[in-house]
């Protein structure tokens, strides 16, 4: 078209037409990268604030060991109402053993105690009271606890002690000869310490040793 066509043209108003853009050149990769992260695309691993996305690490791989976090434990298979009930019942019984054990163990420590102090008020009232003579010589034997024990007597004393006018007391691993009411007061303070209580009423049998004739050999072993 020639200058004077488009003057004329351009008198009547019409425009000239656009000129085509120029194609714009294909960026770097590294640019590219640099326009995402200005635009405020997330960096693998990271949420759009930038903070690491739970379970990943920064460069977006997993977390080891954190995969399973904030997923809810596997819970054990619920017991049934016959498994509760059984191990009710369990707990009740040991309860119950250990009372007993308790009940027992004070028990034995009060009854200790008793016998403690009954010992102690039954030397008092035996003290300088025994009748036994240096100077006895005649050994009448007597079963106490199950084992023959023998205390040392005078022939007055073992027909006093035969006819129960005298008995024997075992205080202290001693056996001391008591007239028979002392006897009775010993019997009432500690009834284990009395070794031996004649009943001249009883059959002859019931106390084989009473017989003044019998007499065991001195070198015998008991």
Known sequence: MS?????????L???????????AKSARPEQRKGDERRAGKPHPGKS?????????????????????????RHQGKPRSQEEI?????????????????IEAERQRQEEARLRREAKAKLAELLKDKALNDPQADIARHFDY?????????????????????????????????VTAALLAEAEA????????????N??????????????VPDDLVW
């Open 3 to 11: 200058d004077s066509l488009r003057d004329q043209l351009l008198g």
């Open 13 to 23: 108003g019409f425009k000239p037409a656009p000129k085509p853009d120029k194609p």
């Open 48 to 72: 759009a604030q930038g903070r690491p996305q739970p379970g990943k690490s920064a460069d977006g791989k997993p977390h080891p060991g954190r995969s399973d976090r904030g997923k809810p």
């Open 85 to 101: 009930d059984l191990a009710k019942a369990y707990a009740i019984r040991a309860q119950k053993e250990k009372d007993e054990r």
């Open 145 to 177: 606890g199950g084992k023959i024990k023998r205390v040392y007597v005078t022939a007055d004393q073992l027909k006093a002690l035969n006819a129960g006018e005298l008995g024997v007391v075992q205080l202290n691993g001693h056996y001391l000869l």
């Open 189 to 200: 303070v500690f009834a284990p310490a009395v070794a031996l209580k004649v009943d001249p």
């Open 202 to 215: 009883a059959p002859a049998e019931d106390d084989p040793y009473a017989d003044p004739q019998y007499q």
